[in-house]
C-alpha cells in the first residue's frame, strides 16, 4: 500500500518535470512593452514576495497537488460524503477534532498560553465524557468553549522562529520549513496518544497495521471534507503567489495571537 | 450563534429592522460601503434553498486549440447547471467583471432562481481566465461585441449538451454589471439568430460604457494617494491586510475567491469599524485591479502579444509568475485598453478609430435596439458607483418605464436585498 503510493508520487513528479520543459517556439524572442526589468526594483520587496528559494519545486508540488486532489482526493471525500449520513460525518469529525486536541493542550502549554490550556482541557474532559467518547462536540453549545488551534509550528514561532523558506507538501500543501517540523512533532506525540489509546480502549492492538492505516486514511479523508478549498477555483493565474501570500499571513496572526 | 448576534448589532446600529411597509428598507446610504458590504443578513431574501445541487460542466468549445503550459489547468469552458425534475423556465446567469459562478453574487443568483423554480445555468464572465483561455474566439476581452458572440456560442453548446435531459418551456436571460451590460448585446444576437427566443431579459447594475466604468474603478485607487506609487500602494495594502488578519481568524477560513477582501470589510463592518472613505475606494480599485490584471495577463499569454510576457516567451508549468504579478498589477483597464485591446483590434480592423471601439463597447451603440424590445428590463440604483451622471440619464430615458432604479445600494449592493429579489424574480414570473 505505502509503496503503491511511493510510486504513484513518484510517477506524478517525473510526469510534471516533464511538463515543465514544452516544445520551445521557433521564433526568436521580442522583449514585452512593460519589460519586468523596468517595472521591478531587484532591491525593493513588494507586498507580494514571499521568502520562496525552493519556488520551483513548490509550484511543482502544488500542481501535483491539483491533480491527486482531482482524480484520488476528492473523489474519495465524494464517496464518502454520498455514503455516510450527515450525522455520522459531522460525529467523525468532531471524534477527530476530539483527538487532535492533544496538540492544542501540549501546545498551549508549551507557550504558557494558561487560559488556553485550561479551555482545551475543559473542552476534552466534557467531549469525551458527555460528548459520548467526543462524537459530539457539546463544549461548543451554546456559546461554550471555542476551540484553541495551537500547534508545534506556532511554538516555535512564540519562541522566535522565524518561518524559514516557504515549503508546499505533498497532498498537505501549503507550510513553511518551521511549520512542516512542527507538524512532525505534533503527528509524532498524536500518534504515541493513539498507541495509548488503542491499547488502553481495547479496540485492537498498537500493532495492528489495518487498525492503524484505516484510523489514518479517515482521518485524512475527514479532513479533506472539512476543507472547502479548491485548487484553481481563484480563477487568477498568480493563484499559487496569493495563496502563499496569505498563508503566511494567516501563520503570522496564530502565532501573534 | 456568533455569526447572528453581529448581524442584530449591525442593524440596531443602522435601525433596519423596523421601517414602514412600502418604504425601502435598504438604508445603506453610503454607496462605497454599499458596493462593498452588500446587504446585512437579516434584510437579505429569506426563501433561498438551503443548498441547491449543481453539476459542474465542461465544454470543448474549440477543440483543436492547445493549452499553454502555463495554464494547463484550463482544459475545457466549466459552466454550472441546477436543475428541476419538472417542465422549467431556463435562465442563463452571466457573471460580471473578472468573475466566475464560483463568485458568491453568482451563488446567490443560482439559488434565488433555483428556488424559484427555474433551471439555471451559471456562466463565467468573458473576462475570466476559465473563458479567455477556452472560450474566448481571440483570447482578448473586452469588445463587447465579440465577447458576447462568445457568450452566445458557449450557452449553444451548453444547451446542446443539457437538453436531452432538462424539459425547458422557455428562456430567460440576466447578468450583473458587465454580465448585465452583456445580456443585451446577447439578447440582440439571439433576434437574429433565434436558437433561445429569449422570453425576458434582466440587465443588474450594468456598465453603460465599458471605457467609462473601467476609467472610474481605475481611478479608486488614486483616492489612496493622488500620487499612487507602487511602495505607496504596497505599504497602503499591507496595512490593510494587517486589519483583515483580524477578520480571517473569524471567518472560518479565509475565502479565496477574488473579492476575499470585500469579505475581510464585511466582517470588520459588522464589528462595527467604519473605514475612511479613501480605504473604501482604495479597496473598490484593488478588487477590480486584481480582476482586471487576472484578465490582462491570461490575455498576453493566449495572444502572445507580448505586453508583459516577452512574445514568443513559452512559459511552463512550473515557472515562478511573480514577478510578472508585480508588472501587471501596476497596468490598468485603460492601460490594457490602449496598449493591447485597441492596437489588436486594429491590427485586425485597419481603420477603427479609439473613439470607435470605445463607442463600440458601450449600450449606446445599440440605443434604438434597447429602446425597441419591451422585453429588456433594467434594475439599477441612483448611486451607483461605476456609472457617470449622463450614464444613468441614458438609461432611465432609454428603458423608461422599463426600468426600476432604486434610490440606495451602489453597485449590486443591494441585490440580495429581499425587495431586489422579489423584483427579479417578478419580471420573469410575468
Given amino acids: 500500500m505505502k509503496r503503491a503510493l511511493c510510486l504513484m508520487l513518484l510517477t506524478a513528479f517525473i510526469f510534471l518535470s516533464g511538463c515543465g520543459t514544452a516544445p520551445v517556439r521557433q521564433e526568436p524572442e521580442i522583449p514585452a512593452k512593460r519589460p519586468v526589468g523596468e517595472y521591478v526594483k531587484p532591491d525593493v520587496t513588494y507586498a507580494i514576495d514571499a521568502h520562496d528559494p525552493w519556488e520551483p519545486m513548490n509550484r511543482r508540488i502544488y500542481n501535483f497537488n491539483a491533480i491527486f486532489d482531482n482524480y484520488v482526493f476528492l473523489p474519495v471525500v465524494q464517496a464518502y460524503e454520498f455514503v455516510l449520513p450527515v450525522f455520522a460525518q459531522k460525529g467523525v469529525a468532531n471524534f477527530f477534532r476530539n483527538l487532535t486536541e492533544i496538540t492544542n493542550l501540549t501546545n498551549s502549554l508549551l507557550q504558557f498560553k494558561i487560559e488556553k490550556a485550561v479551555n482545551t482541557f475543559g473542552r476534552i474532559c466534557i467531549n469525551t465524557t458527555v460528548g459520548l467518547g467526543g462524537l459530539i462536540d457539546v463544549a461548543t453549545l451554546n456559546d461554550g468553549i471555542a476551540r484553541e488551534d495551537e500547534d508545534f509550528g506556532q511554538t516555535l514561532g512564540f519562541y522566535g522562529l522565524g518561518p524559514g523558506p516557504y515549503l508546499v507538501l505533498p497532498i ?80 503570522q496572526f496564530q502565532i501573534d495571537n | 450563534m456568533k455569526k447572528r448576534l453581529w448581524v442584530l448589532t449591525f442593524s440596531m446600529l443602522l435601525g433596519v429592522t423596523g421601517g414602514p411597509a412600502g418604504a425601502y428598507d435598504y438604508k445603506v446610504d453610503d ?224 475565502p479565496l475567491d477574488h473579492d476575499f477582501l470585500y469579505e475581510a470589510y464585511r466582517v470588520l463592518h459588522k464589528k462595527g469599524q467604519t473605514p475612511r472613505r479613501e480605504d473604501l475606494a482604495g479597496m473598490i480599485g484593488t478588487v477590480f485591479r486584481l480582476a482586471s490584471s487576472n484578465m490582462i495577463f491570461t490575455a498576453d499569454v493566449m495572444a502572445n502579444y507580448g505586453l508583459i510576457v516577452p512574445k514568443n516567451r513559452v512559459l511552463g508549468s512550473a515557472d515562478s509568475l511573480t514577478d510578472y504579478m508585480k508588472v501587471t498589477n501596476r497596468v490598468s483597464f485603460i492601460d490594457y485598453f490602449n496598449e493591447f485591446l485597441y492596437p489588436y483590434s486594429q491590427s485586425r480592423n485597419p481603420g477603427l478609430t479609439k473613439e470607435a471601439l470605445i463607442e463600440s463597447t458601450s449600450l449606446r451603440s445599440i440605443e434604438s435596439y434597447l429602446r425597441n424590445s419591451p422585453k429588456i428590463v433594467l434594475m439599477d440604483n441612483e448611486d451607483d458607483l461605476i456609472l457617470a451622471p449622463e450614464d444613468l440619464a441614458f438609461l432611465k430615458e432609454v428603458f423608461g418605464s422599463r426600468a426600476k432604479i432604486y434610490s440606495r445600494g451602489g453597485h449590486c449592493g443591494n441585490m440580495t436585498f429581499r425587495d431586489n429579489v422579489a423584483y427579479m424574480l417578478n419580471v420573469f414570473k410575468n
Fill in chain 1, 172 to 251: 498537505l500543501g501549503p507550510s513553511s520549513a518551521r511549520d512542516a517540523a512542527g507538524l512532525a512533532v505534533d503527528t509524532v506525540v498524536y500518534s504515541l496518544m493513539m498507541q495509548e489509546l488503542i491499547g488502553l480502549t481495547g479496540l485492537g492492538s498498537p500493532e495492528d497495521d489495518i487498525l492503524n492505516y484505516s484510523l489514518s486514511a479517515l482521518y485524512a479523508i475527514d479532513k479533506r471534507h472539512g476543507e472547502p478549498f479548491r485548487y484553481f477555483k481563484t480563477g487568477s493565474p498568480f493563484e499559487y503567489d496569493l495563496i502563499r501570500k496569505l498563508f503566511l499571513i494567516k501563520r
Fill in chain 2, 31 to 254: 454607496p462605497y460601503v454599499s458596493t462593498i458590504v452588500g446587504t446585512p443578513e437579516v434584510l437579505e431574501w429569506d426563501r433561498l434553498p438551503k443548498k441547491v445541487d449543481y453539476e459542474l460542466l465542461g465544454l470543448k468549445v474549440f477543440p483543436d486549440r492547445p493549452t499553454p503550459d502555463v495554464f494547463w489547468y484550463q482544459r475545457e469552458f466549466l459552466y454550472t447547471l441546477s436543475y428541476q425534475k419538472q417542465e422549467a423556465p431556463l435562465i442563463f446567469v452571466i457573471a460580471g467583471t473578472g468573475s466566475s459562478f464560483y463568485a458568491t453574487s453568482m451563488i446567490f443568483l443560482q439559488k434565488a432562481f433555483y428556488g424559484a423554480g427555474f433551471h439555471v445555468i451559471c456562466l463565467s464572465s468573458p473576462t475570466q481566465m476559465n473563458f479567455i483561455t477556452t472560450a474566448s474566439a481571440t483570447s482578448v476581452p473586452g469588445n463587447i461585441l465579440e465577447d458576447s458572440q462568445d457568450l452566445y456560442r458557449v450557452m449553444t453548446l451548453a444547451w446542446e449538451q443539457v437538453k436531452d435531459r432538462i424539459k425547458v418551456s422557455e428562456f430567460y436571460l440576466t447578468g450583473y454589471s458587465l454580465g448585465g451590460s452583456q445580456s443585451a448585446f446577447v439578447s440582440k444576437l439571439d433576434d437574429e439568430r433565434r436558437v433561445f427566443n429569449f422570453k425576458k431579459v434582466l440587465m443588474i447594475n450594468p456598465a453603460v460604457s465599458l471605457y467609462t466604468s473601467a476609467k472610474i474603478l481605475d481611478d479608486m485607487l488614486l483616492q489612496i494617494n493622488p500620487n499612487l506609487t507602487p511602495e505607496i500602494f504596497d505599504r497602503w495594502f499591507d496595512e490593510r491586510l494587517a486589519k483583515f488578519a483580524e477578520a480571517y481568524k473569524l471567518l472560518h477560513e479565509p
